[in-house]
Each structure stands twice: as C-alpha cells, then as structure tokens.
C-alpha cells in the first residue's frame, strides 16, 4: 500500500441522521463496503471495493440539519494550517482537535463558504 501524499484529498465523509439509508444508497450505487461503527463512537468505517484499507466514513448525526458531505486533506500540521486559512481569506470552522487515536482533525471553510477537513493521522 503506497502512503498518500501531504496535500491531497485522501478521505471523506458523509454525514447523516439515517446511517442504515446511507449504507444502502452507497453500496448500491457504488458497491462500497461497511464496517459498521467498529468502536461504537458513531462512525463507519467505508471500503470500495479491492481497496485493503478504508477510504471513508459515515457520521451519525443527531437530526437532518448536521447532515453533510465533505472531503478532507492529509496535513502536516493541522495547527499550522488552520492559520493558513484565516490568512488564505477562509475560516476555522471547528478547531484542531485530538481524537482518543491520536488523530488530529479540522473543520475549515474556504472563502465561499464550503466546508472542508484537514487532518494529520496518529504517530506511528
């Protein structure tokens, strides 16, 4: 498996109040595969198919207003970025945080509007 490069969109996420619809629409239209919510904190994991690693994830959200659909991009340092974007013009939408894992992740919005993630993956 080759490492994604710093920069480039490497996950997303699909977030929703009707997972098990979800499940059903996507791996309909395009055959992806679900490990559902492996560690119970309300996120499934999503494979395409021959892929040995997930790409993707699908958010439990509490009701239709926080449904969403994002892309997030592989940093270096999330801290670091979230600065660039206020310079760039954009806004921190959520700030850096940490997750249990180790994964540190960002909610951004570009100068539109558009949100967006950046996240850098836990320390090996």
């Not at 993707?56 to 659909?69: F, L, T």
Request: net charge negative.
């Amino acid at each position: 498996m080759t490492v994604p490069a710093f920069n480039t969109v490497t996950w997303f996420q699909v977030g929703t109040d009707a997972p098990e619809e979800a499940r059903r629409f996507y791996g309909d239209m395009f055959g992806w595969k679900f490990a559902i919510d492996p560690d119970g904190d309300g996120y499934d994991l999503v494979s395409y198919p021959g892929a040995d690693a997930p790409s993707g994830g699908v958010s439990y959200e509490p009701d239709a207003s926080r449904n969403h659909a994002m892309f997030l991009v592989l940093v270096e340092d999330v801290g670091a970025v979230c600065d660039q974007t206020v310079k760039s013009g954009g806004k921190v939408a959520m700030p850096a945080m940490t997750n249990s894992n180790g994964l540190t992740f960002a909610y951004l919005q570009d100068p539109s509007g558009n949100t967006f993630g950046v996240f850098t993956p836990p320390s090996s």
